[in-house]
C-alpha cells in the first residue's frame, strides 16, 4: 500500500470532509430515499432515483476518502527548518523578467489549490524548487513558456 505525503492541515481537512459524509450526507439521504419510498411507485419516482444515485455517489466519496486517509503520511510543517526547499515549504519567488513576487506552499497532492497558493509537490513549479536554496535561480517550463525565478525566501510554518 503506497502511502502519500500530506500536511497536517490537508490531513486535518481530509478529516472533517469524511465526517462530513458520514454524519450529515449519508443520514441526510438515507431520509430522503425514506421519504421517497413513502410516495408509493417506485419505478417512476424521480425523487427515490435521484436519492438512490446521490448515496452512491456519498458512498463511493466515504470509501475514496477513507483509503487516502489510512495511505496518508502525515508531515507537520511545523517541525521542519531549513533554507532548502522540500516538501511543506513555503518558497517567495521573484520573477526575474517582471520582479513579481509569489508566495507558493508545496503540499501532496490531494490538498493542491491555486486559489490558496498551494501547489502539489509533483507539479513543474514545485519539481524545479526541490532541493534549492534561498538566492538561487529556477527555470521553469509552463504553459506559457518558460519562466525564471528567483527564491528569495523559505519558510517552514
Known amino acids: 500500500m503506497e502511502k502519500f505525503p500530506m500536511t497536517l492541515g490537508g490531513y486535518q481537512q481530509l478529516e472533517a470532509d469524511l465526517k462530513k459524509l458520514k454524519n450529515e450526507e449519508r443520514p441526510a439521504v438515507i431520509q430522503a430515499i ?87 509537490v509533483s507539479s513543474p513549479i514545485a519539481r524545479a524548487l526541490i532541493g534549492k536554496s534561498e538566492g538561487d535561480s529556477v527555470e521553469v517550463a509552463a504553459p506559457g513558456g518558460a519562466r525564471s525565478y528567483e527564491i528569495a525566501k523559505v519558510l517552514f510554518k
Open 34 to 120: 425514506a421519504e421517497a419510498r413513502a410516495h408509493g411507485d417506485l419505478s417512476e419516482n424521480a425523487e427515490y432515483h435521484a436519492a438512490k444515485d446521490r448515496q452512491g455517489w456519498i458512498e463511493s466519496q466515504i470509501l475514496d476518502l477513507e483509503d487516502k486517509y489510512t495511505r496518508a503520511q502525515v508531515i507537520d510543517v511545523k517541525t521542519l527548518n531549513g533554507d532548502t526547499v522540500k516538501f511543506g515549504a513555503t518558497v517567495t519567488l521573484i520573477d526575474e523578467d517582471t520582479e513579481e513576487e509569489k508566495i507558493w506552499q508545496i503540499v501532496g497532492d490531494l490538498e493542491a489549490d491555486v486559489k490558496l497558493r498551494k501547489i502539489s
